[in-house]
């Protein structure tokens, strides 16, 4: 992927999040929102095996892993290790005899699409939330991780309609989620989570009662639950088992980025948790499952599906901030944490970079 042409469209964006900053005309920032659009579409479209290690084997399970009819599919189809909606998308187009061109533009087109429809109808700052998507996200869930990119588009849309109170909307897009990337079952909390009443006293007890320790390991009960449910291993969970001690997500460490995130929220908090709730409350979860779920590296798509919310409730403090001060703080401060995240994963992530030229 070209380096020059990441760096003009990432810079496109800072630069628009800085202008919007001091003058926020509405038509610019739509007109900004749709033009990204569609440059991140190409960008998610015109991938090849040199993009990086995993769009090499999203690839092969395109052209040879995945079987050529949805017959076969369907009749061998506990034989295939993926999500099944991945999976039966994913033959459908083979099916076609499209190439795999194609399919990863219907697959950005998943991803997307739900993103541009939240970002519009619930972010009150739409450069904000591009600027924290596009830096965030983007590259991450569209270039590399492809199936947990859609899901979490997925997520993020049925986030949405939890919080306008629409929950069989909800609950339905959280099942589509779930069926690209299992990591999705998450959302279930979230909606239970959403219908219940807290304060701002609660979740700062809860999160010294998480801080100051856990009773029993979330691995060690999974493990419990693999022994007596075998069949969990088709939601991956024999994984997460598996690489338990191996790996390691540092999530503890990688809080420390998002506190600020975390006093801007609780000076904000009633308002959050009156207009907001659903965002509110998976970016609480995001806070918690950073120390929850620290021991397996798999297990930070957990805390990284929960902070999707951070791309809606971010740019909805900035108006409720009365000091300058602080506005301007956040302000900087985002430029800093937006840069640094998209360096850390795309350059310097050891894990599955992109191959820049």
């Not at 628009?16 to 929102?33: D, N």
């Not at 069989?168 to 589509?176: A, C, D, R, W």
């Not at 989620?177 to 959403?194: D, G, S």
Request: contains cysteine.
């Amino acid at each position: 992927m070209s380096v020059l042409l990441v760096l003009l469209f990432v810079s496109y964006v800072l630069i628009s999040y800085i202008y919007t900053g001091f003058y926020k005309s509405k038509k610019y920032q739509l007109f900004c929102l749709f033009l990204s659009f569609l440059l991140m579409l190409i960008f998610a479209t015109l991938k090849d095996a040199n993009t990086s290690h995993d769009t090499s084997n999203y690839i092969f399970i395109f052209q040879d892993y995945l079987p050529d009819s949805l017959y076969q599919y369907i009749s061998n189809i506990r034989s295939y290790e993926f999500e099944y909606g991945y999976s039966f998308l994913t033959v459908f187009m083979k099916s076609l005899g499209v190439n795999y061109t194609f399919s990863f533009f219907i697959y950005g087109l998943i991803a997307l699409i739900p993103i541009l429809i939240t970002i519009k109808r619930d972010s009150q700052w739409v450069i904000c939330s591009l600027l924290i998507y596009v830096f965030c996200f983007f590259f991450k869930n569209e270039i590399i991780i492809i199936r947990y990119g859609m899901s979490c588009g997925l997520f993020l849309l049925g986030l949405s309609y939890l919080n306008n109170g629409n929950n069989k909307k909800s609950l339905l897009l959280f099942l589509m989620a779930f069926l690209f990337h299992y990591t999705a079952l998450i959302a279930l909390v979230v909606f239970i989570l959403a219908q219940v009443k807290y304060s701002k006293k609660i979740v700062l007890f809860s999160s010294i009662i998480i801080s100051f320790g856990i009773l029993i390991s979330p691995i060690e009960i999974m493990a419990k639950l693999l022994l007596m449910y075998p069949d969990l291993k088709y939601v991956g969970i024999d994984r997460i088992v598996r690489y338990a001690g191996i790996e390691s997500a540092q999530g503890i460490k990688a809080i420390i980025l998002y506190i600020p995130f975390g006093i801007f929220i609780m000076l904000t908090f009633d308002y959050l948790y009156a207009n907001y709730k659903a965002y509110l409350t998976s970016t609480i979860l995001m806070f918690f499952s950073f120390v929850l779920f620290n021991e397996v590296s798999s297990l930070s798509r957990v805390y990284l599906m929960y902070s999707m919310a951070l791309i809606i409730l971010i740019p909805n403090i900035f108006n409720q901030i009365g000091n300058k001060w602080l506005k301007l703080s956040l302000f900087l401060y985002l430029i800093l944490f937006t840069t640094y995240i998209f360096t850390r994963q795309n350059i310097f992530n050891t894990g599955g970079s992109i191959n820049f030229y």
